[in-house]
């Protein structure tokens, strides 16, 4: 998680705010924390309100041991709106993308594997490779 974190901050500036285990507004969920959100660039950097779905360009979820559990909270996710989660999976080294959200799933769901690279739709001027992201 602390590359992710490096990565996107070194390469987003202020064009985002990276935020690491912050609250996200997502109904029925009142606020989970995804481990990292890219969020839209606010002056008072979301202290006085938690970021709303609308803010959100991306959601990373870092799956060790909570697989089942990330990919739970994809159906709360798709329906607040959230544009675009990825699942790094550690233990199958792989990042799940899931895009376009749906009512309860998302319409375009895909696995990136070792060797191959990524870009988040609202940064497609940004590249990451996954053994970037796993090491």
Not at 21 to 49: E, H, K, M, N
Request: proline share 6%.
């Amino acid at each position: 998680m602390n590359f992710l974190t490096r990565f996107w901050s070194a390469r987003l500036g202020a064009r985002a705010i990276v935020s690491v285990q912050g609250p996200v507004v997502a109904p029925p969920i009142s606020a989970p924390q995804p481990d990292i959100a890219l969020l839209r660039d606010r002056r008072d950097f979301y202290r006085t309100a938690h970021a709303q779905p609308r803010d959100v360009f991306l959601v990373i979820e870092v799956a060790e041991s909570s697989l089942d559990y990330d990919h739970a909270k994809l159906r709360f996710y798709a329906r607040a709106g959230m544009q675009e989660v990825w699942i790094v999976d550690l233990q199958n080294e792989g990042i799940d993308v899931h895009r376009e959200p749906l009512r309860d799933d998302y319409g375009v769901v895909r696995t990136v594997r070792r060797g191959e690279s990524l870009t988040c739709l609202a940064f497609p001027d940004i590249t990451i490779t996954v053994d970037e992201v796993l090491g």
